[in-house]
């Protein structure tokens, strides 16, 4: 922008306004400034006003003047038709954007060079250190997983601490900025804080050494009482309500409310916090805890829901707080739970009761983990068939709150994938180890500190066998569904791999599910420093891009053990076989799901409706608030999956019939 000198005759009549400047030869403005919108304001250090041109609509229909109204400005940019009103100390060192509207705020400054958030340290996981995260504004989930987990690696974590302390070198200013289209009203103390654009800040009571990353595709709301430190803000997140942030990187679409208190933490895409607190977590993405007296500590979740009173410990108490947890995706824990550290607790599932033992039941995913007489007890596989398992698996993608069109954490929200089967598959083999060790009358079996019932476990087997049925059958058919062939030689042909990328183990990478030699390249190219954050980046969305094509790799590794031949040997009547066993597997767990979901309808469920009537008025009011068994939508989408996929399963045979040697 083009900026000129005040005229002395605009000099004279904004000092008739009460307005005055240290030197007004240091104040500079638009070409076609107005000074009838600049009352009462003193300006000091070097300061550019853009032009006054338009009406604002504050909240409520007030509309008023673009200007600057009882304000002190130092060192200050101000963009075209801002609206400065009411500040009560001073504004310093800061661009202010386009159509932006500051009122009633105490003092909005930076003081001397900061990098506004990037490059502080979050001892994530572990309130002694060891684990100490550096964050920035294009942190991802899955890079944050390298920099937590993989200690053992400490050239390839020096490299990416060098990439992210230059990322943060190049965001060091001693000016600070305030984007286009942001409102600012009726805040505290705002200093060293970059705010993007459109972002709004309501009553905020202080923000301190931050980055708010917001935009006009995503948003930020900050609320009343607000108080922030130290952090980095992602575009879509809102907080509110009294809301304690200190040490932070708060990941896109995350939503903080109702007193909430984070310190240490890490938190990715789509998480809530609602009256509790965390301290020194990695929230992966989905991690949900809405409930006032649950707390969070030195541990890493993902799609994790955390009920009312969950704890944990960390606490040897002679050396500090050393100890910490993994609950893998989708782990649930009930009201009151409490886990002692360190424990792992396998992928998919539910925490029930007080668990003092050091519980690891990472290689039985999908399990029951209750508390018996102080006693924990492992039922294998329950959760596969249970309807809350399902339905948060659908609802999932459906609560994505990212807008942003540059998302930067890559979610696979599959439940089945190689990362969950290959757990199967080894939980499988756990569980008949433990019966060729101890034998098969054994009546309660010893694993990993936990117990394990005879029925309990002959369960579980039959349970993971249905699940690697099901998965390694959707993967065959989907595979075969995306060409056309005729014969043997053409189906062999469709079956060979992309490529030999995706056999061998898979892990979780805090959202995004890759092969380990993938990412065992990835981590090796960093380590050798030829990558930037960049290179990093656009690594893990390929990963993420090529999950399907890395999934048949695996999955045909797996079956191939099951033919007992490779795919170039393979007979049609394995194919055959395989289809049907997928296809039982399929009606089996749907029919479990069918019938965990009637128990919701049950007359114990119908207990407390139709309070002052009989059984039949108790069963209408049921009725009337949850629906029928019959016309639930999610019990109907079960018996449409069913019929859907039985006819899928018979025109897949019906074509391998027609098949031609």
């Known amino acids: 922008m083009n ?21 007004w030869a240091d104040v500079q403005v638009a070409q076609d400034f107005d000074v009838q919108y600049v009352h009462h304001t003193r300006f000091s250090g070097h300061n550019q006003i853009g032009a006054f041109r338009r009406e604002i609509e504050l909240p409520g229909g007030l509309k008023i003047h673009s200007g600057i109204y009882n304000a002190t400005l130092h060192n200050c940019e101000v963009g075209d038709d801002a609206h400065l009103y009411n500040i009560h100390n001073y504004i310093a060192n800061y661009h202010i954007g386009c159509n932006t509207c500051i009122e009633n705020v105490n003092a909005l400054l930076v003081d001397g060079k900061t990098t506004f958030g990037n490059g502080v340290r979050v001892p994530v996981m ?40 230059a990322y943060a070198e190049e965001h060091a200013s001693d000016h600070g900025y305030i984007g286009d289209n942001v409102r600012i009203l009726n805040c505290g103390s705002i200093k060293n804080v970059h705010v993007g654009d459109y972002a709004e800040l309501t009553g905020v009571s202080r923000l301190k050494n931050g980055t ?12 009343s009482g607000v108080k922030c430190a130290n952090f980095i803000i992602a575009s879509g997140v809102e907080i509110g309500d009294s809301t304690l942030v200190d040490k932070c990187f708060v990941g896109q679409g995350c939503i903080f409310d109702k007193h909430y208190s984070a310190g240490e933490s890490l938190f990715f895409s789509n998480c809530q916090g609602m009256h509790g607190e965390a301290c020194a977590i990695f929230a992966g993405p989905y991690t949900v805890t809405h409930h006032k007296s649950t707390l969070l500590i030195a541990g890493m979740f993902s799609f994790l829901n955390a009920g009312s009173g969950s704890n944990q410990s960390n606490h040897m108490y002679k050396l500090g707080p050393i100890h910490q947890g993994i609950a893998e995706r989708g782990a649930k824990t009930t009201s009151d739970s409490y886990l002692l550290w360190p424990s792992k607790i396998g992928a998919f599932s539910l925490v029930m009761g007080r668990h003092t033992h050091h519980a690891d039941t990472s290689d039985l995913p999908f399990s029951y983990l209750i508390e018996n007489q102080s006693e924990s007890f492992l ?13 948060d698996a659908q609802k999932w993608p459906k609560r994505d709150n990212r807008k942003d069109p540059h998302k930067l954490d890559q979610i696979n929200f599959n439940l089945l994938s190689p990362y969950t089967v290959q757990k199967m598959w080894r939980g499988r083999e756990v569980l008949n180890e433990l019966v060729a060790l101890s034998g098969e009358n054994t009546e309660v079996y010893g694993y990993r500190n936990c117990k394990i019932r005879n029925t309990s476990l002959k369960h579980g ?18 595979r075969m569904t995306q060409s056309e062939w005729k014969t043997m030689d053409e189906l062999r042909a469709v079956l060979r791999p992309d490529s030999e990328a995706g056999k061998g183990d898979w892990v979780d990478m805090a959202g ?9 390249k990835l981590l090796n190219d960093i380590e050798a420093g030829a990558l930037t954050l960049a290179d990093i980046q656009a690594r893990l969305e390929t990963m993420h891009a090529n999950y ?31 289809v049907e066993e997928w296809k039982e597997a399929v009606v089996n767990l749907d029919k479990m799901v069918y019938n965990d979901a009637r128990k919701e309808f049950d007359l114990n469920s119908q207990t407390g409706f139709g309070v002052d009537g009989d059984r039949h008025q108790a069963q209408a009011d049921f009725e009337e608030v949850r629906g029928s068994f019959e016309s639930n939508s999610f019990v109907k989408a079960v018996l449409e999956h069913i019929e859907k996929k039985s006819n899928l399963g018979n025109k897949v045979l019906e074509k391998l019939n027609d098949v031609r040697g």
């Open 512 to 520: 995004l599910i890759a092969p380990r030699s993938e990412v065992t």
């Open 126 to 165: 572990n309130e002694g250190g060891g684990r100490e995260i550096p964050i920035f504004n294009e942190l991802s989930a899955s890079l944050a997983y390298i920099l937590t987990l993989y200690r053992h690696r400490p050239e390839m974590i020096h490299e990416v601490e060098k990439l992210i302390d």
């Open 461 to 478: 087997v039959e349970l993971y066998t249905i699940g690697i049925q099901k998965f390694l059958g959707n993967s065959l058919i989907s």
């Open 212 to 223: 708010i990353n917001s935009n006009q595709a995503a948003p930020v709301r900050l609320g």
């Open 548 to 578: 399907y094509s890395y999934e048949w790799s695996w999955a045909l590794e797996k079956l191939e053990q099951v033919w007992g031949c490779s795919v170039e040997k393979v007979s049609l009547e394995q194919l055959k076989k395989t």
């Open 3 to 23: 900026y000129r000198s005040l005229t002395a005759q605009e000099i004279a009549q904004m000092e008739a306004q009460g307005c005055s400047a240290t030197n």
């Open 379 to 391: 039922v294998p596989g329950a959760n596969l068939r249970t309807v809350g398992t399902i339905r």
